[in-house]
C-alpha cells in the first residue's frame, strides 16, 4: 500500500489550503483513511478520517466547521479541505489507511502511512 501526500505550504492566517492523498494498492473495498498531523515539537494527532464504503466522516471536536474531509473515488484520492487557517494549524500533515471500516482515531490503528506534507500558517 503506498500513499502519497500533496497540497500543503505556506499560507497567512485566514486562509485556506487543500491537501490530497491517492492512495494505490488497498485490496479491500472497504477500508477507512484519516488525515493527522504533527505540530512542532508536540506528538501527532487525529484530524479526520473517512469511511469506504458510503461517506462517513468523523473529525476532532475542535476542528469541526473549518476542516472538511472528502473522497473522490475515480482517483482512490482523499482530501482534506482546510479553511480559516490558524497559526496553531502548522503542522505535517499525514495521511493514513487501514484495511477496515471504523471511526479509527488512533495512530495504532493506521497500519499504512504517507510522508508528510509541511503546511505552515503565518500570523
Known amino acids: 500500500v503506498q500513499l502519497q501526500a500533496s497540497g500543503g505550504g505556506l499560507v497567512q492566517a485566514g486562509g485556506s489550503l487543500r491537501l490530497s492523498c491517492v492512495a494505490s494498492g488497498l485490496a479491500t473495498r472497504n477500508y477507512t483513511m484519516g488525515w493527522f498531523r504533527q505540530p512542532p515539537g508536540k506528538e501527532r494527532e487525529f484530524v479526520a478520517a473517512?469511511?469506504?464504503?458510503?461517506?462517513?466522516?468523523g473529525y476532532t471536536d475542535s476542528l469541526k466547521g473549518r476542516f472538511t474531509m472528502s473522497r473522490d473515488n475515480a482517483k482512490n484520492m482523499v482530501s482534506l479541505q482546510m479553511n480559516s487557517l490558524k497559526p496553531e494549524d502548522t503542522a505535517v500533515y499525514y495521511c493514513a489507511a487501514r484495511a477496515s471500516v471504523g471511526f479509527f482515531r488512533k495512530e495504532n490503528d493506521y497500519p499504512y502511512w504517507g510522508q508528510g506534507t509541511q503546511v505552515t500558517v503565518s500570523s
Open positions: 473517512i469511511m469506504w464504503p458510503g461517506s462517513n466522516t
